[in-house]
């Protein structure tokens, strides 16, 4: 399905946007899909603010345990002082994460589009495995920035082998929080490690190469309409800026990895117990 052009872009630039790719009625239905998640999701029992602010310090086991679960986690800005919410619950969840593909009937036919599975293919995939799925929702007035990492500092396979791909659920604008990228940027080192101890499971946050993050003349904006999917390589450079505008800017992202790659005992992502979900 996809042209030796793309195939070549995705290569060369370390990413790949196909516009308007994905049914808006597929669009729609995840999306409905996501409500019922938030609906059901008891905000007093689970307080997790999820923020990329503290170079990851604070992931408690509510995280860690979402490897295997569907957990909701909160805006940092709809909690007052006090950890009161200032926002109604459906507008203060910054994401779900990060077992939905298999959890949610909803989610598992999203991700089990031919679109996925065969674009992996023609970029070189054997035998693509989903590892993680995040529904993020980047707030109206409040969705927090993603400062800027590289996937592979995160989700680490022997050799490198993850790709993410990003779904716009909405249109992504500079003004509502679009994602930017450095063109050619997966060239570059990886900057950082966290890794997981197994034990205690506390996680740590290990700079590896002093690299600068791409400056503003380097990065460039991916405003991409609606149903637009973006697959980018695991070392590619990327953020997000915080959300001031009126709109959300809700996202959908799968990361998948080659299934004879080694997982790494130390990723924060362990799936012991729902096995390998084949694309
Ligand atoms: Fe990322």
Redesign the pocket.
Known sequence: MLSPEQIDQFRDQGFLALEEAIPLAEIERLREAAGRIVEEFDIDAHRTVFSTADRDSGRDHYFMDSAEAVHCFLEEDALSAEGQLTKPKHLAINKIGHAMHDLDPGFTAFCRQPIFGEALRDLGYADPVLWQTMYIFKQPHIGGE?RW???AS?LVTHPASVT?I?IALEDATRENGCLWMQPGGHRSPLREIYEVDPDTREGTLRTLDDTPWPGNNEAVALEVPKGSVVFFNDHMP?YSSQNRSARSRHAF?LHVSEASADWSKLNWLQRPGLGLFHL
């Open positions: 993603v990492h590289q996937d995160y993410g990003w990327h992202t």
